[in-house]
């Protein structure tokens, strides 16, 4: 095949809807790699049009975390969970799996839940980020909290405050959730201890709260 040919498409030619071929991702990439150490993003031509291309350095980066605003330099490839743990000192979520499977670093952005490990700090800038953190106020447990001490909801804690924020997240959509939408809900999250009947138990009570 002529990769030369304009009637011939590779199949790496093929549009995406960001409207950048993979061809050009690559082309893209190749030259980030070359580009020097700045402070802001610089721009390249790519499919006619201008991407920026940040790093490979430490760029300037600003979050809202819990409803504060915090400023960091941070390089592009720094997951938002490095971000959290590292630069701002919250530890809540947690490292656990690291790729996206159990759940442990579960935070919301933009009130949706998701896995901190697996979203860039960058692309998390200017979204309304919580953590486990915001919940706990003046030294008082929250009653999501409350309730898993309770029923006995967590055993070595590693997964925890995942499935806290996860939890939070259901009731705020379902303040009387069903089994089913409890095991939809928190199916993104698991618990190498087995606690499931009790973080069921602390849901449970929540609901008949009306918590």
Same mark, same amino acid.
């Given at each position: 095949?002529?990769?030369?040919?304009?009637?011939?498409?590779?199949?790496?030619?093929?549009?995406?809807?960001?409207?950048?071929?993979r061809r050009d991702f690559l082309k893209i990439s190749g030259i980030s790699v070359a580009v020097p150490l700045?402070?802001?993003?610089?721009?390249?031509?790519?499919?006619?049009?201008?991407v920026p291309v940040y790093g490979p350095g430490k760029v300037p980066m600003e979050f809202t975390i819990n409803g504060k605003v915090h400023k960091a330099s941070?390089?592009?490839?720094?997951?938002?969970?490095?971000?959290?743990?590292?630069?701002?000192? %919250?530890?809540? =979520?947690?490292?656990?799996? #690291?790729?996206?499977? +159990? $759940?442990? @670093? !579960?935070?919301?952005?933009?009130?949706?839940?998701?896995?901190?490990?697996s979203v860039l700090a960058i692309e998390a800038q200017h979204k309304a980020i919580t953590t486990v953190e915001s919940l706990m106020q003046a030294g008082k447990l929250?009653? %999501?909290?409350? =309730?898993?001490?309770?029923? #006995?909801?967590?055993? +070595? $804690?590693? @997964? !925890?405050?995942?499935?806290?924020?996860?939890?939070?997240?259901?009731?705020?959509?379902h303040p009387h959730p069903t089994p089913e939408d409890i095991r939809r809900g928190l199916s993104g999250n698991l618990c190498r201890c087995g606690t499931y009947a009790g973080i069921r138990q602390a849901m449970a009570q929540l609901s008949q709260k009306g918590a």
């Open positions: 095949m002529d990769d030369d040919d304009p009637n011939l498409k590779h199949p790496s030619d093929k549009q995406d809807n960001s409207g950048v071929s700045v402070a802001g993003p610089q721009a390249v031509m790519a499919a006619g049009q201008q941070l390089e592009p490839r720094v997951t938002l969970l490095d971000a959290l743990r590292d630069q701002f000192e %919250l530890t809540g =979520a947690k490292r656990v799996c #690291d790729r996206a499977e +159990c $759940g442990s @670093c !579960t935070v919301l952005v933009e009130n949706k839940p998701v896995y901190a490990c929250h009653p %999501l909290q409350q =309730a898993f001490v309770e029923n #006995d909801a967590s055993q +070595c $804690g590693f @997964c !925890t405050p995942g499935f806290v924020v996860a939890c939070k997240s259901l009731l705020d959509k």
